[in-house]
């Protein structure tokens, strides 16, 4: 049986602490470059929110309701811009405070200074009043003109008909729209 003294085992601990410090060191694979990608200011967002919702009002009314699992604003530089990378749901509302069409995306990024948002990702646009509904996968909606247009491949389905294009542009709460490069017009046949 192998017998250490006390001294000599005092004397070896700090020894094996500096071989185990160098293996771990020597085992680490970092590259710097991403390490300062990760931590640099420009890349961190200046507000993080879990879980928000803001409402917005004209005349006392609310008029908007934005909900997001997760909202990121960054303020720096020309161009601030918030992000909502966990997906976006807005509510419009009418006059007398019922919802009048939402909006649905995975994702969503507003454009501070340009007023404009745009929704990627399964964007889902519904008019309850109409019982219309839009799908895209890109949609831009500018707060100045209060209108939404989206640039790529467009599904909106009526009670009466689906109609599919190539673009479209509606009103804000997808009362007025029009389908550009019209592909395909589908009626609804209600017999049964």
């Not at 530089?77 to 909502?84: L, R």
């Amino acid at each position: 049986m192998i017998r250490i003294k006390k001294e000599a085992l005092t004397k070896m601990i700090p020894g094996l602490f500096v071989a185990f410090m160098a293996m771990y060191v020597c085992s680490c694979n970092t590259d710097i470059q991403k390490v300062k990608a990760l931590t640099s200011m420009d890349s961190l967002p200046d507000i993080s929110i879990d879980n928000i919702i803001v409402k917005q009002s004209e005349s006392g009314n609310i008029s908007t309701q934005l909900t997001a699992p997760k909202l990121k604003a960054y303020q720096a530089g020309n161009n601030p811009y918030t992000e909502f990378p966990n997906g976006i749901k807005i509510i419009f509302f009418d006059s007398l405070r019922q919802p009048k069409s939402e909006l649905t995306a995975k994702y969503g990024i507003s454009w501070d200074n340009k007023r404009l948002m745009e929704a990627k990702g399964n964007v889902v646009v519904k008019n309850f009043a109409k019982q219309a509904q839009l799908n895209t996968e890109h949609l831009t909606w500018n707060e100045n003109t209060r209108r939404m247009y989206s640039e790529v491949y467009v599904k909106i389905s009526t009670p009466e008909k689906i109609i599919t294009g190539k673009s479209m542009e509606s009103d804000e709460v997808f009362d007025n729209w029009v389908v550009r490069n019209v592909s395909g017009t589908f009626y609804v046949n209600e017999r049964r």
